[in-house]
């Protein structure tokens, strides 16, 4: 039973997505929550409740219980992730372009290159929630993606 068994993204203010931007991470959220392993160290069993939010610079996790008991907290300081963000937007951007434009084998290489940033960005994510928060692989790579849409301007 260790897992998100409800996701919430805090939105900061008033501000309204366009409808690429929600889709995204409606399918992020739902991603997440169809498979995802998390235990809160230190605490009781999940399922949890979680709402992440961007505050101060960080991405801050906070964590209820089942019943939606307040358990704990987690601040994370994104300026170690910020560069594998910037880089794995750039690269994105460079894949949408290239599949316009490019060649099958253009567009293959590039697309690696947005895998292992983002496998770099997923194994960052999990080392530094560590000796906090024990996530698998999988979930490392959907809180990524979570946190990169997170990112995205409205």
Same mark, same amino acid.
């Given at each position: 039973?260790?897992?998100?068994?409800?996701?919430?993204?805090?939105?900061?203010?008033?501000?309204?997505?366009?409808?690429?931007?929600?889709?995204?991470?409606?399918?992020?959220?739902?991603?997440?929550?169809?498979?995802?392993?998390?235990?809160?160290?230190?605490?009781g069993p999940g399922p949890y409740a979680v709402t992440l939010a961007l505050k101060d610079q960080s991405l801050v996790l906070d964590i209820?219980?089942?019943?939606?008991?307040?358990?704990?907290?987690?601040?994370?300081?994104?300026?170690?992730?910020?560069?594998?963000?910037?880089?794995?937007?750039?690269?994105?951007?460079?894949?949408?372009? !290239?599949?316009?434009?490019?060649?099958?084998?253009?567009?293959?290489?590039?697309?690696?290159?947005?895998?292992?940033?983002?496998?770099?960005?997923?194994?960052?994510?999990?080392?530094?929630? !560590?000796?906090?928060?024990?996530?698998?692989?999988?979930?490392?790579?959907?809180?990524?993606?979570?946190?990169c849409v997170m990112h995205l301007k409205a």
């Amino acid at each position: 039973m260790d897992k998100i068994a409800r996701l919430t993204v805090a939105q900061p203010g008033i501000v309204r997505y366009n409808p690429e931007i929600e889709k995204e991470r409606a399918v992020a959220i739902y991603d997440l929550l169809q498979d995802n392993s998390f235990r809160y160290l230190g605490h009781g069993p999940g399922p949890y409740a979680v709402t992440l939010a961007l505050k101060d610079q960080s991405l801050v996790l906070d964590i209820a219980d089942a019943t939606d008991a307040p358990i704990g907290q987690v601040s994370l300081p994104l300026g170690s992730l910020r560069k594998t963000i910037k880089d794995y937007f750039t690269v994105c951007d460079s894949y949408f372009e !290239a599949i316009r434009t490019s060649t099958l084998q253009r567009i293959e290489a590039i697309d690696m290159g947005r895998r292992g940033l983002h496998n770099e960005g997923s194994e960052l994510l999990r080392s530094r929630l !560590a000796g906090q928060v024990e996530i698998d692989d999988l979930t490392a790579r959907r809180l990524f993606t979570l946190l990169c849409v997170m990112h995205l301007k409205a």
